[in-house]
Nanobody, 121 residues
């Protein structure tokens, strides 16, 4: 009933910027939280940035001061603005969301298919 679609990935030189978008569609009663994860080759998936329903945000230490997560609740969309990109930021970035489809049920977890971000040195 719910689908997450990411966009905005691509190839960029070190020091450049990218803006990722993730739009949720389907039967949505409320979105409790949205977040961005990433997974580089040979490494475990890690939380990059998260945004709760109350507006609180958190970031991985490696991206603090460079990345910014934001939400457009009217569009059920979360963004990740990535500045001062480094080669070590290269990874597949995944959108994650906890969404309630009905007032009668608790939230369920959904994942997007991922978008590739490649930063060249």
């Amino acid at each position: 009933q719910v689908q997450l679609v990411e966009s905005g990935g691509g190839l960029v030189q070190a020091g450049g910027s990218l803006r990722l978008s993730c739009a949720a569609s389907g039967t949505i009663f409320s979105i409790d939280a949205m977040a961005w994860y990433r997974q580089a080759p040979g490494k475990q998936r890690e939380l990059v940035a998260g945004s709760g329903s109350g507006g609180n945000t958190n970031y991985a230490d490696s991206v603090k001061g460079r990345f910014t997560i934001s939400r457009d609740n009217a569009k059920n969309t979360v963004y990740l603005q990535m500045n001062s990109l480094k080669p070590e930021d290269t990874a597949v970035y995944y959108c994650n969301a906890h969404i309630r489809s009905s007032v009668w049920r608790g939230d369920s977890e959904y994942w997007g298919q991922g978008t590739q971000v490649t930063v060249s040195s």
